[in-house]
């Protein structure tokens, strides 16, 4: 952390952010940049997602208590979330060793979830992409990180704004 900080000093970073890591983990860096008087973390990338909610036991409230924004990495689950069947014909589909050990093995319970992506987007017009980020700045996330292969994509995100989700009784 002190050398985070000597970064912000020196003013070759003009913020810190964190990725990925254990609310413990990141409340004691928290603590450690505070109780110095060095300069804390003010975004968290973690894994956030329709998907995967596990950042919200803990990192995600560690975060909200701190003041830190959250700017979740897969908001769109590796592109589970932006179509109604699982996989896809993108090489990445096909190749991304990475995504298919995030997402494939809870594939039969996360379709459930997909498929009532896809009913809102239907029901309402809208891409299903546009559900999920919606969801993601519902739950308060700042700044989603998107994985854009095309210059429509972005133009999806931005029609995110204006869909706008009410919770369920």
């Known amino acids: 952390m002190e050398a985070l900080n ?18 413990y983990q990141f409340y004691n860096m928290q603590l450690a ?4 008087g060095w300069a804390q973390f003010v975004a968290m990338e973690n894994h956030y997602n329709l998907l995967y909610r596990e950042d919200e036991h803990e990192l995600i409230p560690i ?19 932006t179509r109604p ?27 459930e979830i ?3 992506v896809h009913q809102l987007a239907e029901r309402y017009g809208v891409k299903m992409q546009q559900i999920a980020l919606a ?26 704004f204006s869909v706008k989700l009410t919770a369920v009784g």
């Open 85 to 111: 069947e699982w996989n896809s014909d993108s090489i990445r589909s096909k190749t991304d060793r990475a995504a298919m050990g995030k997402y494939d093995r809870t594939q039969e319970q996360d379709m």
């Open 135 to 160: 969801w993601e700045w519902a739950k308060g996330v700042t700044a989603p990180i998107i994985g854009a292969t095309k210059a429509s994509h972005f133009d999806d995100a931005a029609g995110a």
């Open 6 to 23: 000597d970064l912000v000093v020196s003013g070759k970073v003009r913020a810190i952010g964190a990725s990925a890591m254990y609310g």
């Open 33 to 36: 940049a505070r109780d110095n």
């Open 63 to 81: 975060c909200r208590q701190m003041n830190v924004s959250l700017m979740p990495y897969s908001p769109l689950a590796a592109g589970h979330l």
């Open 114 to 116: 997909v498929r009532r």
